[in-house]
């Protein structure tokens, strides 16, 4: 996990000195002399430029010999470059001025190939060693992510005021001014009207700009009997068709969100907007409610709201396996697709951070893999730091943060299932047409005619041997990863 690839010098001390400590270390590969690699540790010593100190990172080359050996130049040779870092751990390098070089940490990659996922959670699983502190893998990447939220300084202020305190059901989770969601049509001369606690998530690309793939959904607490006006005037507002809710009304006794729909055939005035509630239907381990909602006092269409309430999410903790969260996220998604030009996506759960941010976050990584393919890059880590400068808090506990990665690779699992299906059935279908050209040829040999071809848009037979084939696969093979 100290493996970081293609890392240059100036990024990895970027890194070392705004996330490590004295002693923090990554290996990466050696931009100057392709083959070789560098091992950058962020020392104890301080080093002075432009007249100020600094921390100092120092580099040393490892070099890749003929005979596949490793070597910092000199010393011991070694046959991975797991056995050089284990080695120097131990036994501290002294640079040419005398500076001890301590191995004490590695600074840990997140960023990993989707294909190889099963080794990182594998490598994340692993219990520590009786020489290592007892808590790491998810627990270790999840306190880092705990502790940039701290430094996350963005104002909250709408949702401070003494005539917004009310609105928000919790008042430590408030939503951050720059991504709010602000109601436009409201009384100006009302102090706090355009208020609601909720925020757009956007699924921003590394490089920080906006692309035509970028997702929007907007995360929200679940409603208080005094913000179901303004949950809905929100939903109509921002053109949405599509609502998931993560909770029950009420879990171990406690209010969770106050509902905010009316009976099944009936209608109610939620102040501007009438919603009507047309039908609902029980899935597995959630149910659809079809809403319809317009403002009566504009001459609009009904819209159709799909409403979607995930049961299955237990009381504390999370699912026992992300498999029913997939494939509730695959109907959810086709609602969203099925209307051209809907707007985002509403998603709540009682607090609107912890089940909102990781349902949220799952669904970001299997649009990227879905886009580009297993063989991109994916970093859950940055995933949910990304979601977290839009609205605080999202995916609330070290559980929900683990369960991120299960979602994602158990969708990883499947795609590749489904691949391996792909080819044998186009390896079937090639062979089944060699078997038929080679008769031909026979034939052709012996003078007898060719069998006359089926011709374009006639009905095939549908008892053909390689159509609608539903083969039980194998298990998809574990993709090493590289050395970590």
């Not at 921002?238 to 009304?249: A, D, P, Q």
Request: charged fraction near 30%; aromatic fraction near 8%.
């Amino acid at each position: 996990r100290w493996y970081h690839g293609h890392l240059s010098g100036k990024e990895a001390e970027k890194l070392l000195t705004e996330k490590g400590k004295p002693g923090s270390f990554l290996v990466r590969e050696s931009q100057s002399k392709p083959g070789d690699f560098v091992l950058s540790v962020l020392t104890s010593e301080d080093k002075t430029e432009s007249g100020d100190r600094k921390p100092h990172v120092t580099h040393v080359m490892i070099h890749f010999q003929l005979d596949g050996k490793y070597d910092v130049g000199g010393g011991e040779r070694f046959d991975t470059l797991t056995d050089l870092v284990e080695h120097y751990k131990k036994n501290p390098m002294v640079e040419k001025s005398g500076a001890v070089v301590h191995l004490k940490q590695p600074f840990n990659a997140t960023r990993i190939n989707a294909a190889n996922i099963e080794h990182r959670v594998r490598e994340l699983n692993k219990m520590a060693d009786a020489s290592e502190k007892a808590k790491q893998g998810f627990w270790e990447e999840f306190e880092m992510l705990q502790q940039q939220e701290c430094k996350l300084l963005y104002p909250r202020k709408e949702g401070q005021r003494p005539e917004n305190k009310a609105k928000n059901r919790y008042k430590n989770i408030l939503p951050f001014d720059t991504t709010r969601v602000t109601l436009r049509d409201v009384d100006g001369a009302v102090p706090g009207s355009d208020y609601i606690n909720a925020n757009y998530i956007k699924s921003i690309p590394e490089d920080g700009r906006s692309s035509e793939h970028c997702k929007v959904y907007i995360a929200t607490q679940g409603c208080l009997q005094g913000t179901v006006n303004d949950f809905w005037a929100m939903v109509h507002q921002e053109n949405s068709h599509v609502i998931v809710m993560t909770t029950r009304e009420v879990e171990r006794g406690r209010n969770k969100c106050f509902r905010y729909w009316p009976d099944k055939g009936c209608s109610k005035e939620f102040g501007a907007i009438r919603v009507r509630h047309v039908s609902e239907r029980e899935a597995r381990g959630y149910l659809l409610r079809e809403l319809q909602i317009l403002r009566p006092d504009r001459d609009e269409l009904p819209r159709l709201v799909r409403h979607y309430q995930y049961f299955s999410w237990p009381d504390h903790g999370v699912p026992s396996e992300p498999g029913g969260v997939l494939s509730f996220l695959e109907q959810v998604n086709r609602a969203q697709r099925s209307v051209p030009g809907a707007g985002p996506m509403v998603v709540h759960c009682s607090a609107g951070i912890g089940r909102t941010g990781t349902i949220i976050v799952i669904d970001i990584l299997v649009d990227i893999i879905h886009r580009q393919g297993l063989d991109c890059d994916i970093d859950i880590p940055k995933t949910i730091q990304m979601v977290r400068r839009q609205r605080s808090g999202m995916v609330q506990t070290e559980a929900q943060y683990k369960f991120v990665y299960m979602a994602v690779q158990q969708f990883i699992e499947a795609e590749q299932k489904r691949l391996e299906e792909e080819q044998r059935n186009k390896r079937k279908e090639r062979d089944y047409l060699n078997i038929g050209y080679a008769a031909v040829e026979k034939g052709r040999a012996k003078g007898q005619p060719p069998a006359p071809r089926s011709q374009p848009g006639l009905e095939e037979d549908s008892t053909s041997v390689y159509e609608n084939l539903n083969i039980q696969s194998p298990k998809a093979p574990g993709v090493s990863g590289s050395a970590r």
